[in-house]
T-cell receptor
Framework: NAGVTQTPKFRVLKTGQSMTLLCAQDMNHEYMYWYRQDPGMGLRLIHYSVGEGTTAKGEVPDGYNVSRLKKQNFLLGLESAAPSQTSVYFC?????????????FGAGSRLTVL | AQKVTQAQTEISVVEKEDVTLDCVYETRDTTYYLFWYKQPPSGELVFLIRRNSFDEQNEISGRYSWNFQKSTSSFNFTITASQVVDSAVYFCALSAASNTGKLIFGQGTTLQVKP
């Protein structure tokens, strides 16, 4: 049982380049989330999805886009990477229990933008 | 607005000492959930506990215990007889009942347990 899988685990980009982070879950969870983790700031929600074909903005959505074409996948895109997007990105998923959701996290993807 | 504050940035203890990690939260919701997650050096996030706002009973799980006090909006985490394997970053988080599971995280507390 793989749980939540993120690819790639590491990536180095130059300013202005684009890339996509892929998150895949095999638990048939309805909800999926993208967070970023920065030193001293905890984890902040970028975007989330409450089901296939839906997406919504979180706390820090600027500079990112997302898509959820299939229930098991949630993609995070950076169209024009900036050094401020250097961070560790975590994907998470949960089943549909209102507010009490326990999130299962992926292992993280470390992105460096030069 | 919801907010979680973990005022302790870093804590260092010697093995077998007890240590308490503080968590203070702010919310206007009457129904909400509080969580603790552990992030060991390997980087993954591990769920430790969930508490709902109507249950103020303290909870104990082995060497771990949690003290939830609505009167002070706190949800503190105590490790008894700490071990080197407890070295990690610990996050406290808050979710409103109607919030589709979105977690608001504190800044995290880095715990170092020295042998």
């Amino acid at each position: 049982n793989a749980g939540v899988t993120q690819t790639p685990k590491f990536r180095v980009l130059k300013t202005g380049q684009s890339m996509t982070l892929l998150c895949a879950q095999d638990m048939n969870h309805e909800y999926m989330y993208w967070y970023r983790q920065d030193p001293g700031m905890g984890l902040r929600l970028i975007h989330y999805s409450v089901g296939e074909g839906t997406t919504a903005k979180g706390e820090v959505p600027d500079g990112y886009n997302v898509s959820r074409l299939k229930k098991q996948n949630f993609l995070l895109g950076l169209e024009s990477a900036a050094p401020s997007q250097t961070s560790v990105y975590f994907c998470a998923s949960s089943y549909s229990v209102s507010g009490a959701n326990v999130l299962t996290f992926g292992a993280g993807s470390r992105l460096t933008v030069l | 607005a919801q907010k979680v504050t973990q005022a302790q940035t870093e804590i260092s203890v010697v093995e077998k000492e007890d240590v308490t990690l503080d968590c203070v939260y702010e919310t206007r919701d009457t129904t909400y959930y509080l969580f603790w997650y552990k992030q060991p050096p390997s980087g993954e996030l591990v769920f430790l506990i969930r508490r709902n706002s109507f249950d103020e009973q303290n909870e104990i799980s082995g060497r771990y215990s949690w003290n939830f006090q609505k009167s002070t909006s706190s949800f503190n985490f105590t490790i008894t007889a700490s071990q080197v394997v407890d070295s990690a970053v610990y996050f406290c988080a808050l979710s409103a009942a109607s919030n589709t599971g979105k977690l608001i995280f504190g800044q995290g507390t880095t715990l170092q347990v020295k042998p």
